[in-house]
């Protein structure tokens, strides 16, 4: 968190900023919704990556936090002594893996999912001579067709499982649902809970995620608690869905035009390397803040063209900023993010889990 | 580049792996073409980013490499004393920018590209009072529709514009054409050749690239120089466009089946933060080596689902390999890179040149 020697005028381009302001926003706006509903909040840090903004969270009322990856719940963990509780969605395989788990296991509490047998197994052999038991919950697919049981069944057979296994503790339900799936959810996990309740294991925790669905979480009172991610900066994917509004983006790309070669096209120096090729169902690959008669229609690694149906009205030197159709990945190609306070560059904050993939 | 103590039974996934027998093979592949028709090779090292390949290159016979950043090349020049001549391909604004060109074109020869007068007064502004003149090549739009002067006369105006500003040498043309833009490259930059000597200024260097068309690179013998990225290690855009064939895919990623929730389907521990989600115009998102019939058709960014039209026969646990749409930017995903010789890890890289964007 080093002192900020430069301005939006000029700090070297590409440059990622985060409004931290917003930021805090977004932050208090869900957490109130939690509050209002009885629902815990255990954050995503996936978008953020920062053990700053997880702070904030925790601040707010988070209980815990969400990390997708074991090198990822070690970065973060390593980054701030206030993250006590973690949660990693992720069936985690491997000896490497299961060394790095442990040890992160004898310094906070730790929660892991898990959706068949082998993870479990897998699991349970290295946690049976460790001092501490894993919570492991099982994943269930309520409908986004990625990892998780199938049926509420299978949840219950795979939560006996883990029950018996040396080392581990059932720790509950886990579920990464589509887009307004609050009804599947409540109906699988119902469902599950009870199959699960009648063989005498507890559920202690149902938790379900999505930052698109979460103002509508409360439609799944089953859920104890939520995981939302993107909220927490916003996007361009968001936005389009109705989610926010631009005002809400706390992640912007500041970009340099470096070509105007005709007079409805112009060449900026952020491409696939700072704004992602993610496209999330849009069509191009960004909101030019300021500009709606834009559309950035192309990117190659270092370039991103913008073209308009009209004069394109831009010199070479103009600083623009951009909202990335999805913030999450953003924040994994920079070292390193600007801080924005009250509109100005307050600081530079290293990404500390930036490229943890394991 | 520390010994490697993994194999690909052990080493932790996602990993990015890059075969050196079958890099080598792609260098002297292409630069034995170039000798042929007489042909310098400037590669761009977007694709690698390492100065140990690069080196490789220049042992092969290339006169220089390619940058498409200055932080880029710093990264590039630091890493290797055998990298002495360097092209970056881009239009350069900025103070800072500038201030680190300025200490590049102290260590090794420099060139850099210009498409406008607002770049080449800014490049003029500083080099005038530099111990050393900057190259300054004239980029020209052959119909990718990027950057580039848009005809033969205003690239001749801008070549005179650098020939007289201050601490500038005339560079040249260089262009980035259309796949197939051999005629192209070849009708326009004889037009500005002519128009440039026709003023009594030298044209040194015709600068051309980009892997889908080397082959036929010499369908536009106006053109003195090429400069390939993604041959070096190949990718299923290539392979779809016939350039090459899994064989000279030099880079996979290693991934690990970490769900089989269907008969169909399976989910690898390998996303967008590894594979990418560029598309290149193909439809999924790589080629699962030995298995064409499974295609992956989504990722999300820790998660790759995998689909086959039969029985997906994959069990959790299992290891697969997978050719990426795009090689270039999944390099630049990674903090390091593991090498194989002769099928087996010898080395892990650290990529020096990732995340350079500035």
Not at 15 to 20: C, M, P, R, T
Not at 117 to 141: M, Y
Not at 159 to 187: C, H, K, N
Not at 311 to 332: E, F, S, W, Y
Request: proline share 5%; charged share 20%.
């Amino acid at each position: 968190m080093t002192k900020a020697v430069s301005t939006l005028q000029t700090v070297n381009t590409p440059a990622v900023l985060v409004d931290l302001d917003i930021t805090r926003r977004n932050i208090d706006r869900f957490q109130a919704y939690a509050d209002v509903h009885g629902m815990k909040v255990r954050p995503h840090i996936k978008t953020h990556k920062l053990p700053a903004i997880a702070e904030m969270q925790l601040r707010a009322g988070a209980i815990g936090v969400t990390c997708q990856k074991v090198s990822e719940a070690e970065a973060m963990v390593a980054g701030s002594p206030q993250i006590r509780d973690v949660l990693i969605t992720y069936n985690i395989l491997g000896a490497e893996k299961l060394d790095h788990l442990a040890g992160l296991a004898r310094k906070v509490t730790l929660s892991v999912v898990a959706d068949n047998e082998t993870v479990i197994d897998g699991l349970s052999s290295k946690f049976a001579s460790q001092p501490t038991r894993l919570n492991v919950l099982v994943e269930c697919n309520t409908g986004a067709d990625r990892c998780g049981v199938p049926t509420p069944e299978a949840a219950a057979a795979l939560a006996q499982r883990i029950s018996a296994a040396p080392g581990l503790v059932f720790g509950g339900l886990m579920t990464y649902p589509p887009t307004d799936g609050a009804a599947a959810v409540e109906s699988f996990m119902t469902r599950a809970k009870t199959l699960i309740e009648a063989v005498g294991i507890a559920v202690p925790v149902i938790t379900s995620g999505g930052t698109p669905s979460m103002m509508s979480a409360a439609e799944a009172p089953v859920a104890t608690e939520y995981r939302p991610g993107t909220y927490v900066y916003n996007d361009r994917s968001l936005v389009s869905r109705g989610v926010c509004g631009w005002d809400d983006c706390a992640l912007t790309v500041l970009a340099t035009v470096v070509s105007v070669p005709s007079a409805n096209r112009a060449i900026i120096d952020a491409g696939s390397k700072s704004l992602t090729s993610d496209l999330l169902g849009l069509s191009g690959y960004g909101h030019v803040l300021g500009r709606d008669d834009i559309a950035i229609d192309q990117l190659s690694e270092e370039h991103g063209r913008l073209v308009s149906q009209g004069l394109i009205n831009l010199k070479v030197g103009d600083r623009l900023r951009i909202v990335p159709n999805h913030a999450c990945v953003v924040t994994n190609l920079v070292d390193a993010i600007n801080i924005l306070e009250k509109g100005e560059i307050s600081a530079v904050w290293p990404v500390a889990a930036r490229g943890k993939i394991v």
